[in-house]
Every structure is written in structure tokens, then in C-alpha cells.
């Protein structure tokens, strides 16, 4: 039997990552937006391409959540994108507004899926989820640190002329410009890439990778970035269908890890049928575990402003 996932938000991550969850063919995707026909037209086209990729999925689109009923796995990307200029933190109330309610139909139809959230400001988006479902820890997380390190390894692989599939990045913390890339961490083909590249080469790519999702907002003019996110999106729903047990970099409710106590921060995680499996514990110096406090604290801020009860 297929299992199912939904996607909340037909928009541009929800439908491209309609599409990668599809075309692999071992889940049925379920896409729900409040505009009337919008997930329902773009289900229908990514089903009729089903002959073509040779993927069986049942791809279905609805404005209610009744079609979701005893999902595996539920993706949140229903939420506004940041304008040119416009900080994460400006997004919280608004996506406040949208997140709640449609948590507590994801929780109403599909009480044993996992959730993975996408709209920003994640990290406190993720930490509302968690709030409204009530749901253990091991079943909310965030996608951010696989789109980060996917940037970082973009961009590093192009810096070193070799394959992106012998980078391995660590990026930590929260996403946005609050992220933690650790060049220390990061290797190519085993290598640190603080033993590769000047010191101020790896720091202008560290930077880039802060300020990848700005760039593109920039370019873009309307709209943030998708083909990516919803590629990273996809990963963690494999590994999670798969029970790959992949240790992926994840947004995840830290109980005392790394020293950070109640707040949801960019970590490495084992991911597994039942989610969040493990959260790695990486041996940081105090200077790295210093900022990773620090991008918790910004965390927690955020997740203040929406003054959850
Ligand atoms: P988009 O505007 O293309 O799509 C959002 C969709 O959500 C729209 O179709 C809209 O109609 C729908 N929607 C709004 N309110 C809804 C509700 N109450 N119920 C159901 N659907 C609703 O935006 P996008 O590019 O797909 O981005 C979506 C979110 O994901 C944004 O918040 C964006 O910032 C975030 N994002 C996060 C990451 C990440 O790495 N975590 C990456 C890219 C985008």
C-alpha cells in the first residue's frame, strides 16, 4: 500500500514538491489550499504526467481537509513569502494567523502523521505546530537545514570544481540570516574545508549561504525560493516514508541538547518512520556553542511575539 502525504499550500513549494513526491511514486499526495481550484487544477496536471514519469500516485486536490484523513506525513507551506526587505520576523503574526487553523484540521483528520513544517519564520512556525498539536517532539519538524546546506555545498563545489555529492555541510541554528553554517564541520571527499580554501574565501561562501534565500527574493522580485526548498522538503518526507534513518539537519525541539532548553533550533537529526529519532549531538567549540545559544535566543524571541498560551 502507497502511503499518503498532504501538502497544505498549493503554491510554489507545495505543488513542486507535489510533484518530486508524486513522480517517485510511493505516496499519494493530497494538496490543500483555500483558493478554490487552484489545487485541484495543478493535482490534475501532475496526475496526467503520472503515464509519463511512470508514477502511480493518486494526486488530489481540495479546499478541505476531509480528503486528508490518515495522512503519514502532512507538510505546512500554506503562509505568505517575505518581500524584498521584509524580515522573517515581520512574517510572524501574519503566518500565526494562517499556521493555527490549519494545524488544528491537520490534527483533527490525521492525529498519528507527522508534521513537517516550511512557512516561515520556521523555526517558529515549527514551535507553534508543536505547541497546537500537541504532538511529541519527534513528530514536528521544520524543514530549513537541508535547504541551507544544499546552498553551502552549491556553493562550495563550484569554489572547489568538484562534485556537490562529496560535500557534507554543517549549517546549525535557526534558519535565515540567524543560521550557523560551520566551516569546521564541513568537509569535501573527508577533508575539513578550512584546510582547502583561504579563510576569507570560506568566509564570503558562508556569508552567500546566509543570505541565499534574500538573494533570490531579490532576483525574484515576487515570490521566494522554491525548486530547492521543495527539493529539501522532499528528502526529509523519504527518509521518513523510507525509514532511511537519514541524519539530516532538521528544525527540532531541543529539551536540553546542546545546552538550549525549550526552543526549536536547527540540529542534526536521525529521521525515520517515527520522525525525529535521534537528535545528533555534535561536540562544538565554546565559540560555536556560544552563537548556536545565540541563534536559539533570536528563536525565542519570535516564538514571544506570538505569545502562545
Ligand atoms: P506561495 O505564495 O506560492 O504559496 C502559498 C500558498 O498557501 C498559496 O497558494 C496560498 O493560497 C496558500 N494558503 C494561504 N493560506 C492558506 C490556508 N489558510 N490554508 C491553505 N492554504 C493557504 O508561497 P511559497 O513560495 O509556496 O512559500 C510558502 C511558505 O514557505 C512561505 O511562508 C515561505 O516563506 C516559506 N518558505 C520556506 C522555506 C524554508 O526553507 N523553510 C523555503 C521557501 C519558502
Known amino acids: 500500500m502507497r ?12 505543488a513542486t514538491l507535489a510533484q518530486r513526491i508524486a513522480e517517485k511514486g510511493y505516496a499519494d499526495v493530497v494538496m490543500v489550499d483555500i483558493i478554490e481550484g487552484l ?14 514519469t511512470g508514477s502511480d500516485a493518486r494526486v488530489i486536490g481540495t479546499n478541505s481537509y476531509k480528503e486528508t484523513a490518515g495522512s503519514d506525513i502532512v507538510v505546512i507551506t500554506s503562509g505568505v513569502t517575505r518581500k524584498p526587505g521584509m524580515h522573517r520576523s515581520d512574517m510572524v503574526l501574519v503566518n500565526m494567523n494562517i499556521v493555527k487553523p ?4 491537520v490534527v483533527k483528520y490525521s492525529p498519528k502523521g507527522i508534521i513537517i513544517m516550511v ?10 505546530v508543536l505547541h497546537v498539536s500537541k504532538f511529541p517532539r519527534n513528530r514536528v519538524l521544520g524543514q530549513s537545514g537541508v535547504l541551507d546546506t544544499s546552498r553551502f555545498r552549491a556553493l562550495l563545489a563550484r569554489e572547489l570544481n568538484v562534485s556537490v555529492e562529496d560535500v557534507h555541510a554543517c549549517v546549525l541554528g535557526g534558519h535565515g540570516d540567524i543560521m550557523m553554517p560551520v566551516p569546521r564541520l564541513t568537509t569535501v571527499g ?10 576569507e574565501t570560506v568566509n564570503k561562501i558562508v556569508e ?7 538573494e533570490i527574493v531579490a532576483l525574484l522580485k515576487t515570490g521566494s525560493a522554491f525548486y530547492a526548498p521543495a527539493a529539501a522538503t522532499a528528502q526529509m518526507v523519504e ?21 538550549i532548553k525549550g526552543a526549536v533550533v536547527g540540529v542534526p537529526v ?14 562544538l567549540t565554546p565559540e560555536e556553542s556560544a552563537a548556536l545559544k545565540k541563534s536559539a535566543e533570536a528563536v525565542k524571541e519570535l516564538v514571544r511575539i506570538m505569545k502562545l498560551k
Open 3 to 14: 502511503s499518503k502525504v498532504s501538502i497544505i499550500g498549493a503554491g510554489n513549494v507545495g
Open 39 to 52: 489545487p485541484q487544477g495543478k493535482a490534475l496536471d501532475i496526475l496526467q504526467a503520472g503515464s509519463i
Open 102 to 105: 490549519v494545524t488544528e484540521q
Open 119 to 128: 512557512a516561515n519564520p520556521l523555526d517558529a512556525m515549527t514551535q507553534l
Open 190 to 199: 573527508g577533508v575539513p574545508v578550512t584546510e582547502l580554501l583561504p579563510k
Open 208 to 214: 552567500r549561504t546566509v543570505k541565499g534565500g534574500s
Open 239 to 259: 527518509s521518513i516514508l523510507l525509514d532511511k534513518k537519514r541524519i539530516l539537519p532538521c528544525a527540532a525541539y531541543l529539551e536540553g541538547e546542546y545546552g
Open 270 to 283: 536521525k529521521l525515520g518512520k517515527d520522525g525525529i529519532e535521534q537528535i545528533i549531538e555534535l561536540k
